[in-house]
């Protein structure tokens, strides 16, 4: 568009300023510097219109990128004990440190690629983990649980272009996985219409129901793996390896920079991207090791109980699907 503006611009001598303030990468304030001049004026008033009219890049907003940033815990460098992430944790201090560190190298590498809205959704136990007078001063955060459905993904709307998650870990029994687990450490297993889901699968469903796409995950490597398998290209980062309990980590620095980039070059790529969907009817079948929570579970409203520890329940709406595990979980 540039390009195109200063070929007809330089006719008259003058000359288009794409770095001028307000002019992004839609150039949707245009300052030109036309004098007094009114042919010049008229010229101008027309490529502005034609601006305006061709709107911005397929995949951002006009007003830039919006993203939202999901960050978990167990999945964060040098994480490899529940005690780390835990307020009675002698080294959960250090590591809800490394957690905000990891999410500023996110924030970094969205505003490098365009981003103008950050909302940082705090993932873990409390949701009260990250440092906020250490976090990056370009995104906003939000804290604790308002004991809706939406939990992890609280805030997620249409108006988003992208979902990035940081710190995040395998789904409950997967090998060499650090802390792995699905939601509570009550669920043994939740699948969707037959595929098992970490919450990762389970939150890309909630961005997927506003076409909202997946663009990055960071983890450990059994993560990574899992989000491959769900969302095919999406960029990921493993920050550490499980080797049985114990985890072969990267330094905290090099988990900073390999996210930082990871991010800037998937949001580059989000054209390529698609939200996350799986076709209605939805059929989930939630297994539990609580005779208690199997027993109440069941009671939920269309829930009926399919097997030991197991509930099965069906809806052609998948909010009431999420709605149901959140409840039953």
Not at 31 to 50: Q, T, W, Y
Request: aromatic residues 6%; proline residues 4%; glycine residues 10%.
């Amino acid at each position: 568009m540039q390009k195109e503006l200063n070929r007809e611009l330089m006719k008259t001598g003058y000359e288009f300023d794409a770095s001028a303030p307000g002019c992004g990468r839609n150039c949707e304030m245009v300052h030109l510097n036309i004098g007094r001049n009114s042919e010049m004026k008229r010229i101008a008033a027309s490529l502005l219109l034609l601006v305006l009219i061709t709107g911005p890049v397929p995949g951002q907003s006009s007003q830039g990128l919006k993203v939202f940033i999901s960050v978990d815990m167990e999945g964060i460098t040098g994480v490899v004990n529940r005690d780390d992430t835990s307020r009675t944790g002698k080294d959960y201090d250090y590591f809800r440190r490394i957690m905000t560190l990891e999410t500023n190298a996110a924030i970094e590498g969205a505003l490098a690629a365009g981003a103008t809205n950050i909302i940082v959704r705090d993932s873990h136990g409390s949701a009260r983990n990250i440092l906020p007078d250490l976090l990056d001063r370009n995104a906003r955060l939000l804290r604790d649980w308002s004991g809706g459905p939406m939990s992890m993904m609280e805030s997620i709307d249409e108006s988003f272009d992208a979902v990035i998650f940081i710190g995040y870990h395998a789904k409950a029994g997967t090998p060499d996985a650090l802390l792995e687990h699905t939601m509570t450490g009550n669920v043994t297993d939740i699948s969707i219409n037959g595929l098992s889901l970490p919450e990762a699968g389970v939150n890309a469903l909630i961005a997927g129901l506003y076409e909202v796409p997946v663009a990055f995950a960071a983890g450990d490597k059994a993560l990574c793996g899992q989000v491959k398998e769900l969302l095919g290209t999406v960029e990921t980062v493993a920050v550490k390896e499980g080797i049985g309990a114990a985890a072969l980590n990267l330094h905290p620095e090099v988990s900073r920079e390999k996210i930082r980039e990871g991010v800037t070059r998937a949001l580059r790529g989000l054209d390529s991207l698609k939200p996350y969907k799986l076709r209605a009817p939805y059929t989930m079948v939630l297994k539990l090791k609580d005779e208690t929570t199997v027993y109440t579970g069941a009671l939920f409203p269309g829930a009926e109980r399919t097997g030991d520890w197991e509930i099965t329940f069906r809806s052609d709406d998948l909010m009431e699907v999420i709605l149901a595990f959140y409840n039953m979980r």
